[in-house]
């Protein structure tokens, strides 16, 4: 029986982050084998604020709280591994520091966060409208059939992004972990034991994913863009920029219908987002199932992070048999 679950989550570097009703976990393998696991008590701003909850608005504000999130998780995630790099710290890192002090690390994931967003922003819709509007000159192509023709060029510019980056090795890494994080969500919906054998028997592919959200931001933004004249190449700029927030919400609407349903609307509207995870997805093998597990009893108060550590160094030792009875870790 599925149990009624908002658990989400994101993988980051040799780890998986969760979001649940304690907070948001994150568990991550270090070079040496050891899982380090982190809590943090967030509550998103949708629910701090009762007009960032309303629809349309809650979309886009989530979207920025996610991506607000994932910065960190990524952030806390690589700190394990620059210190295994031994690098020394740049000039322009003690400037930095010297400047912002303690605030440096906020600082660098707002500044990654902007840099990330005018990134995105330049790729998936700036560069199409340029792309289209040389098509504006030749007379049979009207205002509709740019729009569509930008559309596609955004969509394609997507999946070869996708793609490519799903090509390096380290990138391929983190698809398995994205993997072991939808086995780990359906094995915990479906109610049953939380053990790496049973995640693994998971399907790969979650309907809640953010790969089904980006997909449909690329179709909601195709339809609401086509609304809008195609004067001035600044004039059209500046639509697909003051719309995005109106196309994040409006497709964080459609995914939370999505999620309360399963007719057949709704199953056609996530199949192209699925088959989407075939490139954003890899199949994880038990040690990433393990970490995924972690984070996710934390996240959700089955275990504290206290007890996780405590079985973990555990783990250490030679009784290895009763740790993975208490542990449910079948490792």
Not at 72 to 99: C, R, W
Not at 140 to 152: D, K, P
Not at 156 to 161: M, P, V
Not at 218 to 243: A, C, D, H, K, Q
Request: overall charge neutral.
């Amino acid at each position: 029986m599925k149990k009624n679950c908002s658990v989400g989550g994101q993988a980051v570097i040799e780890g998986v982050m969760m979001r649940g009703s304690k907070g948001t976990a994150t568990a991550v393998r270090k070079s040496n084998g050891e899982i380090e696991v982190n809590l943090e008590e967030n509550i998103p701003l949708s629910k701090r604020y009762k007009f960032f909850s309303l629809p349309i608005i809650r979309g886009f504000i989530n979207l920025v709280d996610s991506l607000i999130i994932g910065i960190k998780t990524l952030n806390y995630s690589a700190s394990f591994f620059e210190d295994d790099d031994d690098v020394e710290t740049s000039k322009f890192d003690e400037f930095i520091e010297g400047i912002f002090k303690d605030k440096t690390n906020d600082v660098v994931i707002g500044f990654s966060l902007v840099l990330s967003l005018i990134f995105s922003v330049l790729l998936f819709f700036i560069l199409p409208t340029f792309v289209a509007n040389a098509l504006k000159k030749v007379s049979i192509y009207n205002s509709l059939v740019l729009n569509i023709f930008e559309g596609i060029i955004r969509v394609s510019i997507f999946l070869t992004y996708i793609y490519l980056i799903g090509r390096m090795e380290d990138i391929k890494r983190v698809f398995q972990y994205h993997g072991a994080e939808h086995k780990t969500i359906f094995c915990y919906e479906r109610d049953m034991e939380l053990i790496p054998k049973n995640a693994q028997k998971q399907e790969r592919l979650h309907p809640r994913c953010g790969t089904n959200f980006l997909f449909l931001v690329m179709i909601v933004s195709i339809i609401l863009f086509s609304l809008t004249p195609w004067n001035s190449i600044g004039e059209r700029v500046l639509y697909r920029v003051v719309l995005l927030p109106v196309v994040s919400g409006v497709t964080y609407e459609i995914i939370k219908w999505m999620g309360k349903n399963s007719g057949k609307c709704s199953k056609i509207l996530s199949y192209p987002g699925l088959k989407l995870q075939n490139l954003t997805t890899e199949e994880p093998d038990l040690q990433q199932l393990e970490v995924a597990i972690i984070s996710l009893k934390v996240a959700e108060g089955i275990e504290t992070v206290e007890s996780i550590k405590d079985k973990l160094n555990y783990k250490k030792s030679e009784d290895r048999d009763i740790l993975d009875k208490d542990l449910n870790l079948e490792i």
